[in-house]
């Protein structure tokens, strides 16, 4: 049986320096959904990579004495090493700079412009160059860009413009009658509300007034603007070709979710579907504007002097313990905080009680009770049937909240069956029973049940903790990756390890200091 096919791709990082750790969320994010679905039998395909022209990073690169290319060269290899300590599973990193990119851009420009959709003008319009956004006066906020909060300035240009304005009623109409279109509601209403019914103005496609992107084929002093060459980074690397296109591109496309953050969803449900509809292609299955991460409740950034690393988070907690705050601190369709105290707050109490400590106690108990070889007995009781149950039952529940990308809460449901099965230890006291001869078949059965609980949590928490998970399969000396409790199973040769050390938050927060 053939599976099914799953695309799902981030946002291309921009290479104008390292992304903090609110850009390296939506990449752990991703992560966790594309493992999720292989782990349920999908054929996935899970692409990222980096957005690399246009004036700001010229301006960098000049500010460098390098040239452009070896500027973003520089970026995109540190990108791609944060993208991998975070333990992304990505199966292609792009980047716009690779010449079959840059060739298909052209042929889509060509083929934009043969259609009528692309016609030339000329541009004037208050600039920032920050977020290479042109704006209207009256979406200024206080004389400055609405997105980043700078200085613009007036610019006046040859261009070329994309008819926008032609495919208004087209995605209005759309968008109404696909309500998973634009996740979550809140964003979906704001597109249409603030943005399209009050009237779509065409964009701007290419600029004259810096050299560093690509060339417009039928006019070279032109380069391809932003947008065009950036978006449709989804398409050209899976096999598109105006020409005609891959085995590949049809098997992928469309792309099952595009995940983005909220700041750029405008452009990836007003302007990519016009695109697309533009050469003639079906628009992808779901667009996702995922909240942001703040820390101490500010927008994190690096003009603001408050961006913390990724890569700095790992080395002073570890790479599961930073994936498990992200994915379970950032609500649906809130924004998500992150202080020091917090992250070590979650992780002394989730990771290192919740989880490590029953794992440790667990494994303890059935190599000093039984010399580590544990069968089921069952010698079974009704508080023994409740926690099955809820074993049993993970799994589904498991896939309604991923269904609805609410990963947060799907942490939670693995969560609570760990307390569950630490409630089930205080309940039935192997410590008491150990003690009573005549019980050691009951005793071996509630470890039995331990075990097989925390090997299928094990299973189930793969796509979100990778390391912990293996780690933990590894103690219990199993390869079972089966997600439901079995009743037939055999434990021995376990080994505990510390899975996750309580941190000494005094310690800790001075030790950050000083960094």
């Known amino acids: 049986m053939d599976k099914k096919k799953y695309y799902i791709s981030t946002a291309i990082a921009y290479t104008s320096g390292k992304p903090h750790i609110g850009n390296t969320y939506e990449i752990v994010l991703a992560d966790a959904i594309a493992r999720y679905k292989r ?13 690399e022209h246009g004036e700001k990073i010229e301006l960098k690169a000049k500010d460098k004495g390098i040239t452009p290319k070896e500027f973003v060269d520089d970026v995109a290899k540190e990108i791609k090493r944060i993208w991998d300590v975070m333990n992304t599973s990505y199966d292609k990193f792009v980047r716009t700079t690779d010449p079959n990119h840059e060739r298909i851009v052209q042929k889509i420009f060509d083929k934009m412009y043969d259609k009528g959709d692309i016609y030339k003008g000329e541009y004037k319009g208050l600039y920032c160059t920050p977020c290479e956004s042109f704006w209207t006066e009256s979406q200024l906020v206080d004389g400055k860009c609405p997105d980043c909060g700078r200085d613009v300035q007036e610019k006046k240009e040859e261009a070329y413009f994309f008819k926008l304005s032609k495919y208004q009623d087209k995605l209005v109409e759309y968008i109404e009658s696909h309500p998973e279109f634009i996740r979550p509601e809140s964003r979906k209403n704001e597109m249409l509300n603030n943005f399209i019914k009050p009237g779509l103005q065409d964009l701007c496609v290419s600029r004259t007034s810096f050299d560093w992107g690509i060339p417009v084929d039928i006019d070279p002093k032109h380069v391809v603007y932003v947008w065009l060459d950036a978006l449709t980074n989804y398409i050209t690397n899976i096999g598109y070709d105006p020409d005609g296109s891959t085995d590949e591109f049809n098997k992928w496309w469309p792309a099952d979710l595009h995940l983005i953050g909220k700041d750029i969803i405008r452009f990836h449900t007003i302007y990519w579907p016009c695109f697309l509809w533009s050469l003639d292609l079906e628009l992808p299955k779901q667009v996702f504007g995922h909240p942001w991460l703040l820390t101490n409740n500010d927008k994190i950034g690096k003009s603001r002097g408050n961006a913390i690393y990724a890569d700095d988070l790992v080395d002073l907690f570890g790479v599961d313990a930073v994936r498990y705050y992200v994915l379970h601190e950032i609500p649906f369709a ?49 508080v023994d049937t409740e926690l099955i149950n809820m074993v049993n039952e993970l799994d589904k529940k498991l896939e309604k909240k991923m269904d609805k990308l609410e990963i947060g809460l799907a942490l939670d449901e693995i969560f609570d069956v760990l ?22 078949d009951r005793l071996q059965t509630v ?28 103690q219990l000396n199993t390869s079972d990756n089966s997600l439901e409790f079995k009743d037939n199973n055999t434990y021995s040769n376990m080994k505990p390890e510390v899975l996750f050390a309580r941190i000494d938050k005094d310690a800790k927060l001075k030790e950050i200091e000083n960094l």
Do not use: H
Request: glycine fraction near 4%; charge should be neutral; proline fraction near 2%.
């Open 447 to 474: 470890l039995y049940n331990l075990l097989e609980s925390i090997r299928v949590c094990a299973n189930q928490l793969n796509p979100f903790l990778t390391k912990t998970s293996k780690e933990i399969l590894k």
């Open 419 to 440: 307390r569950r099965s630490n409630k089930y230890i205080d309940e039935t006291t192997p410590w008491q029973l150990a003690k009573q001869e005549d019980k050691q």
């Open 334 to 382: 809130n924004d998500g905080n992150l202080t020091y105290e917090l992250l070590i707050e979650r992780t002394n109490t989730d990771l290192a009680n919740t989880l490590g400590n029953l794992v440790n106690r667990t494994i303890s108990m059935a190599n000093k009770y039984f010399d580590g070889v544990v069968v089921n007995k069952n010698v079974n009781e009704d």
């Open 39 to 51: 782990q349920k039998g999908y054929d996935v395909y899970f692409q990222t990579g980096t957005d």
